[in-house]
Every structure is written in structure tokens, then in C-alpha cells.
């Protein structure tokens, strides 16, 4: 168990529709971030959020947003959905600090949310 | 933005032979290098990482090797077991973690 709680774990929705995938981070980590993983590829990058803010976005489509919130869960909503959104989502935290303190670097992944579009 | 390749997709040994996985990135400034491996339908997990002020490290079976001019950086595993079979990504990264970005994976068959 890494420490990480995603929900829902499965989710089954119809093109057009809107979801949300929840993530927990482990206990005192600030960092959290999203990645989409299409069937047999790699790890696609979305979007980092720190403490709150948003420290880095990558491939992360205009349908898709997100957001860390205070109490350091994090959401990300995918609206607009199409078939090719299918895939299993990550979400990973890590103790990353933006300069100074202690940093390891390592992420810590959920169990992924599986998202179909049908 | 940091770009990360990785070679081969696929690679299959046979149990007790070596695995090398090889990988570059864009980004001069990266210093944090991670690997993870994904076993079927499972998370990905940190096996070895290695930062920019060392040139190798090894944990057991596997040892990673970094060779910052030339912005490359690779994963070896010795007497592979079928256990070893998994998908294998390595990453890179700023600031140990900011924007870890991965390559595109290694599909390791080790074949009993």
C-alpha cells in the first residue's frame, strides 16, 4: 500500500458526459500529480500541483482541469468525453519541495482510476 | 520541455541473462533520474534512482549508470528471474520530483 487513495477505482461513462477522480496523498506530502495512461503506453504527464498551486502542466488537454485543495486531496475533471479519454489515470505524491528542505524525489502512485468511455 | 526516450519497447531475455534498458533526455538541467517498474495491471514502483552528482549506483541485482554529457542514463538487471517480467519505466525529473516526466516504457519478458 503506497499510501495514495484514488477514487472511484472503475468508472463507465458515455461520450459527452463529465467525471471526477479524487486523490488522497500520503500523509504530509504537498505534491500531487496526474498521469494518463492510455492501454500499453507510457506514463503521460498531466499536470503538478504543490501545496495548493499548480507547479507544472504538461499534455493535459483544455477539457481537462484540476485542482489541489487545502486540505491537499486533489481532483481532476475530464469534460467533453470522448472514446479516446479511455484510459487508466494515476495519481502520485511525493514530498517534492520547489528549493531547499528535504526532497527524495520519489512518487508514490495510487492504484489508478480505469475510466471507459463508451 | 523535457523529452525522454527510451530503447527498447520490448526486450526479452532468457532467465539468468543480463537486461539492459537505455534511455536519454532533453533537458541539461534535469539531476534526478528515476526508475519504475509496472507489473501487470498493477502501480508503478520505484526500484533505483539515481541523482547527477553520481555516475552509478546498484542495489543488488540491478545498477543504474548515468552519464550526464552525453544526457544519458541506463538500467541494468543481472540473473533476471521471471519475476523481473514487467513494464519498466525510466524518468526525469527537476529538483528531485518537479515535472518527473517518463519515457515510454520497456516490456521485459524473462523467459523461464
Known amino acids: 500500500d503506497s499510501g495514495v487513495t484514488q477514487t472511484p477505482k472503475h468508472l463507465i461513462t458515455a461520450t459527452g458526459q463529465r467525471v471526477t477522480l479524487r486523490c488522497s496523498p500520503r500523509s504530509g506530502d504537498l505534491s500531487v500529480y496526474w498521469y494518463q495512461q492510455s492501454l500499453d503506453q507510457g506514463l503521460q504527464f498531466l499536470i503538478q500541483?504543490?501545496?495548493?498551486?499548480?507547479?507544472a502542466k504538461g499534455n493535459i488537454l483544455e477539457r481537462f482541469s484540476a485542482q489541489q485543495f487545502p486540505d491537499l486531496h486533489s481532483e481532476l475533471n475530464l469534460s467533453s468525453l470522448e472514446l479516446g479519454d479511455s484510459a487508466l489515470y494515476f495519481c502520485?505524491?511525493?514530498?517534492?519541495?520547489?528549493?531547499?528542505?528535504?526532497?527524495?524525489?520519489?512518487?508514490?502512485f495510487g492504484e489508478g482510476s480505469r475510466l471507459t468511455v463508451l | 520541455g523535457e523529452n525522454v526516450e527510451q530503447h527498447p519497447s520490448t526486450l526479452s531475455v532468457q532467465e539468468g541473462d543480463s537486461a539492459v534498458i537505455k534511455c536519454t533526455y532533453s533537458d541539461s538541467a534535469s539531476n534526478y533520474f528515476p526508475w519504475y517498474k509496472q507489473e501487470l495491471g498493477k502501480r508503478p514502483q520505484l526500484i533505483i534512482d539515481?541523482?547527477?552528482?553520481?555516475g552509478e549506483k546498484k542495489d543488488q541485482r540491478i545498477a543504474v549508470t548515468l552519464n550526464k554529457t552525453a544526457k544519458h542514463f541506463s538500467l541494468h538487471i543481472t540473473e533476471t528471474q521471471p519475476e523481473d517480467s514487467a513494464v519498466y519505466f525510466c524518468?526525469?525529473?527537476?529538483?528531485?520530483?518537479?515535472?518527473?516526466?517518463f519515457g515510454a516504457g520497456t516490456r521485459l519478458f524473462v523467459k523461464a
Open positions: 524518468a526525469a525529473s527537476l529538483n528531485g520530483g518537479f515535472k518527473t516526466i
Open positions: 502520485a505524491s511525493s514530498v517534492a519541495r520547489s528549493a531547499g528542505g528535504p526532497n527524495t524525489g520519489e512518487l508514490f
Open positions: 500541483y504543490y501545496n495548493g498551486e499548480e507547479r
Open positions: 539515481i541523482r547527477s552528482n553520481v
